[in-house]
Nanobody, 123 residues
Framework: QVQLVESGGGLVQAGGSLRLSCAAS????????MGWFRQAPGKEREFVAA????????YYADSVKGRFTISRDNAKNTVYLQMNSLKPEDTARYFC????????????????WGQGTQVTVSS
C-alpha cells in the first residue's frame, strides 16, 4: 500500500502561483509514474499533468500547458506541481496519483490516490 499526501493548496488571486507537493510513503515501488488530477464541484475529474518515473516524459492538459510544471524528486519520494499564472477556472481540488508504468492521462489507470488539496483562485 502506498500513501500519497498532497499539500500546498490554498487561496490565491488570479495571476498568482502555488506549488503543490505530493509526498509518498508506505510500500513505494520502482518505475512508477505520477499524475495530477483535479475536480471542481459538479464536474468530472480532469487530467492535469503526469510524469514518468525518470522525469524524462511529462504530459500536460492543454488548459495548463505553459503555466504548470510537473516535477519529481525520487530521493524525497515527492512529486510537485508548480502552478503559475493561475486562473479562476483552475479552482478545484487537486489530487496526486501513482501507477506502475507509463504516465497516462486517464485517472482509472492510477492505483494510488491522495486525499487532495484545495486550490481556489479568485478573480
Amino acid at each position: 500500500q502506498v500513501q500519497l499526501v498532497e499539500s500546498g493548496g490554498g487561496l490565491v488571486q488570479a495571476g498568482g502561483s502555488l506549488r503543490l507537493s505530493c509526498a509518498a510513503s508506505g510500500r513505494i515501488f520502482m518505475n512508477y509514474a505520477m499524475g495530477w488530477f483535479r475536480q471542481a464541484p459538479g464536474k468530472e475529474r480532469e487530467f492535469v499533468a503526469a510524469i514518468s518515473w525518470s522525469g524524462e516524459i511529462a504530459y500536460y492538459a492543454d488548459s495548463v500547458k505553459g503555466r504548470f510544471t510537473i516535477s519529481r524528486d525520487n530521493a524525497k519520494n515527492t512529486v510537485y506541481l508548480q502552478m503559475n499564472s493561475l486562473k479562476p477556472e483552475d479552482t478545484a481540488r487537486y489530487f496526486c496519483a501513482a501507477r506502475s508504468g507509463a504516465p497516462l492521462r486517464i485517472g482509472v489507470a492510477y492505483a494510488y490516490w491522495g486525499q487532495g488539496t484545495q486550490v481556489t483562485v479568485s478573480s
